[in-house]
C-alpha cells in the first residue's frame, strides 16, 4: 500500500485541492482489484478551520503520528508566503524529513509559493498559475519556473500550474503509480482532458508593472498603445530617452521579458481577444496586430500559445463554438 498525506495547513487554502483529490485516488481504489492508496488527511491539529470560518476540517491523522509515508500532497496555500510559512512552521521539518527519505512532495497551484519559502524548491523546477509567475519570480529567483507548464516534476517534487490545472497532475500521478491505463479511466470517470501539457492557451497577458521604473513603464504603455505599428527598440530609446543597453537590462530586469519578447506578447494577446470574437478572419487579424508575415505571425502565436491561430479560434471562437 502507498501512504498518501494530504496535508492540511494552517490559513487559507484550497478545499477544492484536497477534496477532489480524496475523490480521485478514492476512485482508482475502487477501480482496482485490490485497493492501492491508504489516504489520510493530515495537520498540525485535529480540527483546522481555514480562514473564513466557513468549513471546518478533521483531520484523519497528527502530522506527529505519521511514522512514515510516500506522498505528501499541499493544496493552494493563499496569501502572504511568509505568514504561511510562519504559521506552518511545524510542519516544515516533518515535510523535509519525509521527503529525504524518499517521499514524493506534491504541490497544487499557488502552493509552490509555501514551497518556495521553505527553500526546497532552489535551482529546482517547477510551475504554478500562471497569474502568479512574476510575484513569484520575484519573491523565489533561484527556482527556476516553468510557467507554462501544467506540470512540472523535478527530484521528487511535482508541481501544477494555475487552479484545475491541479486534476493533471493528479492524472500524472496515477499514471507513474500504477500506469497509463487506470490514467486513462480515470481521467474519463472525472472527464479530465488527459496529456495537456501547457497552460499557456489559458494565460492572458498583463505586463508586469509593479517595478518603479518610470522610464520601463512609458515604454511598455507606448508598446501597448502603438502594438499594431512597427516598433524598434531605437524607437523606444528615443521615446525615453535612454541608451539602447542600459534599456535593454532595465526593461528585462523591470518585466522579466526582452523587448522584443514583451512586443510579442502584448500582439499575440490582442490577436487572441480577436479571435475569440470570431468577427475576422486569421489574416485580417494577423494584420490588425501588425504581422505582414503569415508564417512569422503562426510561429510566434503558437510560441506564446501552444496552438496555431487556427485552433485557437476553433477552440475559444463563440461564433466557432455555436457552429459546433
Not at 502572504?80 to 519525509?98: F, G, I, S
Not at 509593479?210 to 524598434?232: F, G, N
Request: proline share 3%; aromatic share 10%.
Amino acid at each position: 500500500m502507498k501512504h498518501i498525506s494530504l496535508l492540511v495547513p494552517q490559513g487559507e487554502f484550497s478545499i477544492t485541492n484536497l477534496d477532489l483529490t480524496r475523490q480521485i485516488f478514492t476512485w482508482v481504489n475502487e477501480y482496482l482489484p485490490e485497493p492501492t492508496f491508504t489516504i489520510e488527511v493530515v495537520g498540525l491539529s485535529k480540527e483546522v478551520q481555514p480562514s473564513g470560518g466557513l468549513y471546518t476540517i478533521k483531520t484523519d491523522r497528527l502530522v506527529e503520528d505519521v511514522r512514515k509515508t510516500d506522498v505528501i500532497i499541499l493544496p493552494a496555500t493563499f496569501g502572504d508566503p511568509w505568514q504561511t510559512l510562519e504559521a506552518n512552521e511545524a510542519l516544515v521539518p516533518w515535510m523535509l524529513r519525509h521527503y529525504r527519505a524518499g517521499a514524493d512532495l506534491v504541490s497544487m497551484c499557488v502552493g509552490a509559493f509555501f514551497l518556495g519559502a521553505t527553500g526546497i524548491l532552489d535551482g529546482k523546477r517547477c510551475s504554478t498559475h500562471w497569474g502568479s509567475a512574476d510575484a513569484f519570480r520575484k519573491l523565489f529567483p533561484q527556482v527556476i519556473l516553468e510557467d507554462e507548464r501544467i506540470v512540472a516534476e523535478s527530484d521528487r517534487i511535482y508541481t501544477s500550474g494555475g487552479a484545475l490545472a491541479f486534476t493533471n497532475l493528479l492524472i500524472y500521478l496515477i499514471e507513474r503509480y500504477v500506469g497509463r491505463e487506470i490514467a486513462i479511466a480515470a481521467s474519463k470517470a472525472f472527464m479530465i482532458d488527459l496529456d495537456r501539457a501547457s497552460q499557456s492557451p489559458f494565460t492572458i497577458f498583463s505586463g508586469q508593472k509593479s517595478h518603479d521604473d518610470l522610464e520601463v513603464l512609458e515604454a511598455q504603455e507606448y508598446i501597448e498603445s502603438h502594438y499594431p505599428d512597427r516598433i524598434t527598440v531605437e524607437d523606444l530609446c528615443d521615446q525615453v530617452g535612454i541608451g539602447r543597453r542600459t534599456f535593454e537590462r532595465r526593461f528585462k530586469s523591470s518585466t522579466t521579458n526582452t523587448v522584443l519578447e514583451y512586443i510579442q506578447r502584448v500582439k499575440i494577446e490582442a490577436a487572441k481577444q480577436a479571435l475569440e470574437k470570431g468577427v475576422k478572419t486569421v489574416s485580417e487579424v494577423m494584420f490588425d496586430v501588425g504581422y505582414q508575415d503569415t508564417k512569422a505571425f503562426r510561429e510566434v502565436f503558437k510560441k506564446v500559445t501552444g496552438m496555431t491561430p487556427i485552433a485557437y479560434r476553433n477552440k475559444y471562437s463563440r461564433a466557432m463554438v455555436m457552429a459546433n
